[in-house]
């Protein structure tokens, strides 16, 4: 694959073309927003340079991978003769069922499509479209070019040669793909992203605890311990007698807090009020941009540091 064109510049999509800039490919952008095109450009501009500070751009300066974008005036000309496109259309299922059906007939016969949707089954948006075979999901969790993890979830018709050439592709970019054997709501992050949430907003309304507390059980805790390695792996490492161990003792804990779990609650109005004034109260909206900013400068950070160590304990 040479030649990738990126349908949708939001911000999913302006990330995007930054992690395939890098790796070396050439990349056409297109939105039917212009503004949005403009938005994306100045985004990669400013992020790869940040990243180059950190010496997180790979050797390269910010300049080669600015040269490697180029823009396209209509979804034809950009994807006419990609050999991948990534689509980061909204995440509103007319939306995307209506770009499909626009935008297959463009494509080469030999490319393929990678969604970037955060839920919606590939099917319900790709059965009616030419080489649906050729259409899977290829999600990554938000922002791309600092989070590696990618989820690829086929279609029940895609060709698991297609689900094979997304996994090489995404490596060669030096994310990390993980692989869903079917379809499934939400698919594998936003499924256990879901349930912890869950559980923090009936917490929180139960009067149990604040946002606050929440947070800091997370980042001071549980965030300590995922950060490098898994939940299964943790558990495996808190026994002396490994994962077989840990579930002998503390299962019947567990299945006893899974039984208080098993009413799901919708998330009210009045709660999420309330979550989003403490939320206001930490960070005010006229410096939320800020923050990101700033979480964004910490996840590089992290980033960098996880790598050192990892190889210095590999």
Same mark, same amino acid.
């Given at each position: ?63 080669? $991978?600015?040269? +490697? %974008?180029?823009? #396209?005036?209509?979804? &034809? ?5 990609? =050999?991948? !496109? ?101 698919? $594998?992050?936003? +499924? %256990?992203?879901? #349930?912890?949430?869950? &559980? ?5 309304? =139960?009067? !149990? ?106």
């Amino acid at each position: 694959m040479k030649k990738i064109a990126l349908v949708g510049c939001g911000l999913v999509g302006g990330s995007w073309s930054l992690v395939f800039a890098r790796a070396g490919f050439s990349v056409t952008l297109y939105d039917p927003s212009p503004a949005s095109i403009d938005i994306a450009l100045q985004f990669v501009k400013k992020s790869s340079a940040a990243l180059a500070e950190m010496d997180l751009l790979r050797g390269q300066k910010p300049e080669d $991978i600015a040269a +490697r %974008l180029k823009t #396209a005036g209509s979804l &034809e000309e950009a994807v006419h003769d990609a =050999d991948y !496109v990534q689509e980061s259309s909204p995440e509103r299922l007319p939306i995307k069922q209506a770009l499909y059906k626009e935008m297959a007939p463009l494509i080469k016969p030999d490319a393929m499509i990678g969604s970037s949707t955060s839920g919606l089954p590939p099917s319900s948006f790709t059965e009616d479209v030419p080489n649906r075979e050729r259409c899977m999901v290829v999600h990554p969790l938000n922002p791309p070019h600092l989070i590696p993890l990618v989820e690829l979830v086929p279609a029940p018709w895609t060709l698991p040669s297609i689900v094979d050439t997304a996994e090489a592709l995404m490596r060669q970019l030096g994310q990390v793909p993980i692989r869903l054997n079917r379809e499934v709501t939400g698919f $594998i992050v936003n +499924r %256990l992203q879901g #349930a912890i949430l869950n &559980e923090a907003f009936r917490l929180v309304e =139960d009067g !149990v605890c604040s946002a606050a507390d929440i947070d800091a059980a997370m980042t001071e805790g549980l965030g300590l311990r995922w950060f490098f390695i898994g939940p299964f792996e943790n558990i495996d490492l808190n026994a002396q007698g490994g994962l077989a161990d840990y579930c002998a003792k503390l299962a019947p804990m567990n299945y006893a807090i899974a039984k208080e779990q098993v009413d799901p609650r919708k998330w009210t109005d009045v709660l999420l009020a309330d979550v989003h004034d403490q939320m206001r109260q930490r960070t005010p909206m006229e410096q939320l941009d800020k923050r990101k900013a700033w979480r964004d400068r910490c996840l590089a950070l992290f980033i960098r540091m996880k790598s050192n160590i990892l190889k210095e304990n590999s």
